[in-house]
């Protein structure tokens, strides 16, 4: 049981740096490199300048899916820290899966990402474009809801 709680966990982490880099990645693209991408760039390359042509809903995609994988990570280490060590388990968890996440969940891939944005998103973006497309329902819900209150603070211009 610990070492499928392992795996998971490991699953986890890799899902979180795919979707820290994914925004990294494609926020880190200048217009011009956009433009470019659109015109000369290929499918994946038209495929990227589409999704930021609405970069809101491309956010609030990657936000609902990294905060869905980094709780999940969080209940996996307090139950393999469980597991492990009983009731001491739980801080352990904490200190353990915080350093992890931070380090490779977010510090090493959007490092990278930042460092070679267009090379990363045109990866990440065939995997990205599927997860958007099964969530969309969800992440419609939360853009709407979001740009309600928005809107009611009046802060921001909403999409």
Known sequence: MSFLLVVLLGILLFLSAFFSASETSLFSIRGAELSALADSGGRTGRRIARSM?????????????????????????????????????????????????????????????????????????????VFRGFVRPVTHGVSSFSNFVLSSLALVRTE
Do not use: C, H, Q, Y
């Open 53 to 129: 042509e609405r970069p809101g809903r491309v956010l609030t995609a990657i936000i609902v899916g990294n905060t869905l994988v980094n709780v999940a990570s969080a209940a996996v280490a307090t139950s393999l820290f469980g597991i492990l060590m009983g009731p001491r388990g739980l801080g352990v968890a904490i200190v353990v899966d915080s350093v992890l996440v931070v380090i490779f969940g977010e510090i090493v891939p959007k490092t990278i990402a930042v460092s070679f944005p267009v090379t990363i998103a045109k990866i990440l973006i065939g995997p990205l474009s």
